[in-house]
């Protein structure tokens, strides 16, 4: 079965570019099976959808996010990435990476929280 | 605001039904997109608990049941047990904008 793992930066600050990968091992990110994507949860607050990646690279963004937001994918890593540019304090949250085989997430990483602050 | 709707909480005691709802509108659930819950236990990330409206994966008890009519979703949980208290998420997809997947606020579930 498909594990994530988030990695990246726990502290970011405002104005700033917010980046994370996610590694997925136990299956090809290449596969045509699965999209994947990122979800991000503030503290104390629900879900939020980000955004999500085919492995041809053809993206999927929140519209509320999408002026700041890049998801990219690296095939011979089998990683994909998030960008989210000029970070604020409403940014902060758990980030969590996932796949998804059509239109839920059936695999979820860990969550990594990062804090916006200087 | 969330795009789908649920109630803040929830709760039964241990042995009740209890059920919690997901409303959203015509350009997302009541278009025919399919809806999907999520358990999310304190501290862990969400897990997937119903797929398709009222399919379940692989190792989700029979105790939880998922249902969709017209705007709207269930999801319905019998046997209520202590374990079973946690957030839970409603997902779709909402056709307005350029398209996009949507949660619902989340429903905190106290079992009593």
């Known amino acids: 079965q498909l594990q994530l793992q988030e990695s990246g930066p726990g502290l970011v600050k405002p104005s700033e570019t917010l980046s994370l990968t996610c590694t997925v091992s136990?299956?090809?990110?290449?596969?045509?099976?699965?999209?994947w994507g990122w979800i991000r949860q503030p503290p104390g607050k629900g879900l939020e959808w980000i955004g999500s990646?085919?492995?041809?690279?053809?993206?999927y963004y929140n519209p509320s996010l999408k002026s700041r937001v890049t998801i990219s994918v690296d095939t011979s890593k089998n990683q994909f990435s998030l960008k989210l540019s000029s970070v604020t304090a409403a940014d902060t949250a758990v980030y969590y990476c996932?796949?998804?085989?059509?239109?839920?997430?059936?695999?979820w990483g860990q969550g990594t929280l990062v804090t916006v602050s200087s | 605001q969330s795009v789908l709707t649920q109630p803040p909480s929830v709760s039964g005691a241990p042995g009740q039904r209890v059920t919690i709802s997901c409303t959203g509108s015509s350009s997302n659930i009541g278009a025919g997109y399919d809806v999907h819950w999520y358990q999310q236990l304190p501290g862990t990330a969400p897990k997937l608990l119903i797929y398709g409206n009222s399919n379940r994966p692989s190792g989700v008890p029979d105790r939880f049941s998922g249902s969709k009519s017209g705007t709207s979703a269930s999801l319905a949980i019998t046997g209520l047990q202590a374990e079973d208290e946690a957030d839970y998420y409603c997902?779709?997809?909402?056709?307005?904008?350029?398209?996009?997947?949507?949660f619902g606020g989340g429903t905190k579930l106290t079992v009593l």
């Open positions: 136990g299956g090809s990110i290449s596969s045509s099976s699965y999209y």
């Open positions: 997902q779709s997809y909402d056709s307005s904008l350029s398209g996009f997947w949507v």
């Open positions: 996932a796949s998804s085989p059509g239109d839920c997430y059936d695999y």
């Open positions: 990646i085919y492995y041809s690279g053809s993206t």
